[in-house]
């Protein structure tokens, strides 16, 4: 807030065209801290929890302390919402299940109306390539949870797989399909 202040009273005080690289400043470093991503821009809440900034999660209904995989979490949870037209009450956000024995999390899981598993997600932080790596962790999880799409990104790049059980393959897709009943 204090930074607010100071912008301000120079607004007061300098004419708007000299502040425009402070005001790019402001908007970059302060206001808008995470990275742009290749979606939509969606609207966001945010707060301030012991000195680091929180985001809210309309799917598990709480404050998410923001690292730059929950950023690329919350804005496929709008593209699913707002773009892909799924109800909120078939996404689950960060659940824990048990694979080989280890317990795992997986990112977004959604389901169909009959309780199938119809989509497992996949976050990773921007600075995570997506590699061979990425696609058999998420091959591992939907060995055990069995769902119909795939999607991996890092909220630069998005793939997206139809499973194949008969043939044992996953088909690249140019988009996921959108939510009908």
């Known amino acids: 807030?204090?930074?607010?202040?100071?912008?301000?009273?120079?607004?007061?005080?300098?004419?708007?065209?000299?502040?425009?690289?402070?005001?790019?400043?402001?908007?970059?470093?302060?206001?808008?801290?995470?990275?742009?991503?290749?979606?939509?821009?969606?609207?966001f809440r945010f707060k301030n929890s012991e000195n680091k900034v929180a985001i809210f999660d309309e799917i598990r209904k709480k404050f998410i302390i923001l690292t730059p995989e929950e950023w690329v979490r919350q804005n496929v949870v709008q593209y699913l919402l707002q773009e892909k037209k799924y109800p909120k009450s078939y996404i689950n956000v960060e659940k824990l299940i048990k694979l080989n024995g280890l317990v795992k999390r997986y990112d977004i899981v959604v389901f169909q109306p009959d309780g199938k598993l119809f989509l497992l997600v996949e976050c990773k932080s921007t600075d995570i390539k997506i590699s061979q790596d990425t696609f058999d962790q998420i091959a591992r999880y939907n060995m055990a949870m069995e769902a119909e799409y795939?999607?991996?990104?890092?909220?630069?790049?998005?793939?997206?797989?139809?499973?194949?059980?008969?043939?044992?393959?996953?088909?690249?897709?140019?988009?996921?399909?959108?939510?009908?009943?």
């Open 1 to 43: 807030m204090y930074v607010y202040f100071i912008f301000t009273q120079l607004l007061q005080t300098q004419p708007a065209n000299c502040l425009l690289p402070i005001a790019n400043c402001l908007v970059k470093n302060y206001l808008c801290p995470m990275q742009q991503l290749n979606f939509p821009a969606y609207k």
């Open 150 to 181: 795939l999607m991996v990104t890092n909220g630069l790049n998005h793939y997206f797989c139809q499973m194949d059980y008969a043939e044992e393959k996953y088909n690249f897709l140019r988009e996921l399909p959108d939510f009908t009943i």
